[in-house]
């Protein structure tokens, strides 16, 4: 049959638990002070990372890790700058130069002009300006969705640095200069305008209306795209049609 069990332990026995890890090498070793470090081993000069360059290459940590950890630092934010004050409005005649500028919400500006005038429109928004008269020339520079009426021209009519215009030359204008520009509507008349010379750069959505006398109009883009080809000796530009 099968053996018979092992007897019960004696009362009062404890069964046996992990044995405690010796600790007396390692507190002999805590009361030797300064001379637990006698058994090391020194490093000499050409082993150390600092004396010996050769060895950085096979550091873990590599110097272009410790820069990349300065360049990630959070950069401090530039403190806000103050919007700029807003200029006055301003219309004078120094000289025979009429100033317009700053202008803002003025639908209803007239300038009564002579012919050996000039007028500088500068930084006005959202405003008409009525040249009466005829005038030598009239520039305008960084307005923004403004209409300007001029009579007739002696010299030219500039718009630089500009977007939104609607201009009306209600006679003669001998050549119209238009630069850096987003959005220009240019109204002439078919009767006086047709000798108008439109000159454009670095501008986009310009359009030519041509005013019948019974007031309607056509419209007529003005390119923004060229081809330039290499042609019999020289490069050669032309106007890009997209067919299609």
Known sequence: GAPAPPPPPPPGAKPKGPAKPDTSNLFAELNKGAAITAGLKKVTDDQKTHKNPSLR???????ADLNKNKKSAVAKKPAATAAPAKKPPKLELVGKKWACEYQS???AITIDAQVTQSLYIFKC???????????????????????IIVDSLVASLDIVNSTS???????KAPIVNIDKTDGCQVFVQKATGLDTEFVTAKSSEVNICL??????????????QFLTKYVDGKFVTELYEVVG
């Open 57 to 63: 290459g096979s550091s873990v940590v590599t110097d």
């Open 125 to 147: 928004d959202n405003s008409v300006i009525t040249v009466k008269g005829k005038i030598n020339s009239v520039t305008i520079d960084g307005c923004k969705k403004c209409g």
């Open 211 to 224: 005013v019948e006398e019974n007031g309607e109009y056509n419209e007529s883009f003005v390119a923004e």
């Open 165 to 171: 215009l609607k201009l009306q030359v209600n006679d």
């Open 105 to 107: 919400g003025n639908q």
